[in-house]
């Protein structure tokens, strides 16, 4: 009988949002009557300059991709003023947060996670066989004392999500840089910021100069969420040469398409879809928290693409929703199972999910 490594006994897959298919084949109801507010995925699709430049790859695609992404690794340079060996690409940016957990922990050592953070530093953790250390969350959101607290000798990875999912939770740049100042010089801190694109300018950091100063800091970013580009899956880290050279030597070969190379290049130079991106978040967030508030839907303050809901009865209202063709995603994985997490959708997409919950509530 085939056995697993032992660790590996404790794992668990990876559950995402439902797919559009998997819901139509369910339920008989048609592809395009379906709305899918579960993913955090960027309601416009992607920019047409990216959607171009994928189609412009189809010719090479008889050929490996470039393994080193020289050219989207250029472009990142170019726009983030830091050389190219500052620079990883993924396969996501799931993809770096793995590749972080492969580099710097083995089964002697501990990661460190708040409780509620994002499910997949938990999963990176558990596939190394690396000891969890998780700390309890301060409201929805990471206790920075405490995580850093909870660094012993152990210690070699620690995640921070900002913003978080699924919470939406947020943490101030002067909060994160007093932390990366503490926190011990042996550990090696992953900031993850896949939803950055979506905090207002005032609120954002350059997160570079932090990567200046900091040799064990890690930043992980993605194309899949303001950048629409999820199905392409693409996402880049950046950090000091000497740490992105450890992380190299886990890179799988050939783990970026060359397909998304190239959108992903398109991407960088599509300012002005990151801004309609921005916008229409901006305000089908608004939407969605004046449509709660008045169904009497309590919800947590979010800065990313999404919201937390609060229901008494989770579960049954996603089963209904599901029902007439409505996806959100249940969060009870988080231990979070009063709630429901929504991800902003077009202004059309955001009413008829209000419209369906007055139903369904009664309100
Ligand atoms: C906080 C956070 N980090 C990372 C990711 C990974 O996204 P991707 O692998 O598509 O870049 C997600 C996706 O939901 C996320 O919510």
């Known amino acids: 009988m085939i056995k697993p490594a032992q660790h590996i006994y404790q794992a668990v897959p990876y559950h995402a949002g439902k797919p559009i298919s998997a819901l139509a084949r369910e339920t008989g109801i048609a592809v395009k009557n379906i709305v899918k507010l579960a993913s955090n995925e960027n309601p ?27 050219d989207l690794r250029a472009a990142l340079s170019e726009s983030l003023h830091l050389d190219q060996d500052h620079f990883i690409l993924g396969s996501g940016s799931n993809e770096i947060l793995d590749m972080a957990a492969s580099t710097f922990l083995n089964s002697n050592s501990a990661c460190v996670y708040s409780q509620y ?16 250390v998780v700390v309890p969350a301060l409201g929805l959101g990471h206790d920075l004392d405490s995580m850093i607290a909870s660094c012993d000798a152990d210690v070699r990875l620690l995640y921070v999500a900002n913003p978080n999912n699924p919470t939406g939770t947020y943490i101030s740049p002067n ?134 809901a609060y229901f008494e009865n989770a579960s049954q209202v996603n089963a209904s929703l599901q029902q007439i063709g409505i996806i959100v995603r249940p969060v009870a994985g988080y231990g979070l199972t009063s709630h429901l997490r929504i991800s902003v959708g077009l202004e059309k997409e955001n009413a008829r999910l209000l419209g369906a919950l007055e139903e369904i509530l009664g309100r």
């Open 44 to 70: 416009l699709g992607m920019s047409t300059k990216a959607m171009n430049a994928y189609i412009d790859a189809s010719a090479a695609l008889s050929r490996y991709p470039d393994p080193d992404g020289y």
């Open 117 to 132: 953070a994002f499910i997949v530093y938990a999963q990176a953790t558990q596939r190394i066989g690396a000891k969890h």
């Open 175 to 308: 909060a994160v840089e007093k932390f990366l100042e503490r926190v011990p010089k042996h550990v090696v801190v992953v900031l993850d910021e896949a939803y950055n694109e979506y905090l207002p300018i005032e609120m954002r950091f350059d997160s570079t100069v932090w990567v200046r100063k900091f040799p064990n800091l890690l930043v992980s970013r993605t194309f899949s969420k303001a950048y629409g580009m999820a199905g392409l899956r693409i996402g880049y880290g950046i950090a000091q040469p000497a740490l992105i050279n450890w992380m190299n030597r886990v890179r799988p070969a050939f783990n970026v398409t060359t397909a998304a190379q190239y959108a992903a290049i398109a991407a960088l130079g599509d300012q002005d879809f990151l801004d309609k991106s921005f916008e229409v978040n901006r305000a089908g967030m608004r939407q969605l928290q004046t449509g709660l508030d008045r169904l009497q839907v309590k919800w947590h303050p979010s800065h990313a693409n999404f919201l937390l």
